[in-house]
């Protein structure tokens, strides 16, 4: 539980510390990462973070087991809208996206391609594919689940309840449009 492992952006100035395992790793499909995905990948330098078949791969971890180790100045939120709830985090030395947070969430969503290949967490399901409009030419390695699941809400819910419900803050040196 308490191995550490650094992981960061595709130029190496931005780099997080994650402690322990993840609650969860998944692949989202849903309209709003997919949507995300699109408007950041034409960010300078960035290359989209999407799989073949425009899947969101994350690592869902507690975030009183992230830190911020280096290039804390480079990270910038993106959001949607204006008045979405949801945020996503860039760093904007290379324009890597490097975490989904929702709104009110203990947890944050860190893309997979932070990780070097060979140490990266394999996904076990993918959620949301109710929301592509055909989800037929997806791969069936692992469940591909039409929404969120009644498992994937407790897994979210127990870290919560072992961080004694406790939400951190986490604070970007400003927002990007993209
Ligand atoms: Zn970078
Ligand atoms: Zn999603």
Not at 21 to 40: G, Q, T
Not at 67 to 86: N, Q, T, W
Not at 117 to 143: F, N, V
């Amino acid at each position: 539980m308490s191995q550490r492992m650094t992981i960061g952006c595709a130029c190496g100035h931005t780099r997080l510390e994650v402690a322990g395992s993840p609650i969860l790793v998944s692949e989202c499909l849903c309209n709003s990462c997919r949507a995300a995905a699109a408007r950041l990948a034409k960010l300078p330098n960035a290359r989209s973070m999407l799989t073949a078949y425009d899947a969101t791969p994350t690592a869902e971890y507690r975030k009183d087991r992230v830190g911020i180790v280096a290039g804390a100045e480079s990270l910038r939120e993106f959001r949607l809208k204006p008045e979405a709830g949801s945020r996503r985090i860039i760093a904007t030395c290379c324009n890597t996206p490097v975490f989904l947070e929702m709104k009110g969430a203990h947890w944050l969503s860190l893309y997979l391609h932070l990780w070097p290949e060979e140490t990266r967490p394999k996904a076990t399901l993918r959620t949301m594919t109710g929301d592509l409009p055909d989800a037929s030419s997806l791969p069936a390695d692992i469940p591909n689940l039409k929404t969120h699941t009644v498992s994937f809400y407790m897994k979210l819910l127990g870290a919560w309840i072992a961080m004694g419900f406790r939400n951190p803050k986490i604070t970007t040196a400003g927002t990007i449009d993209a």
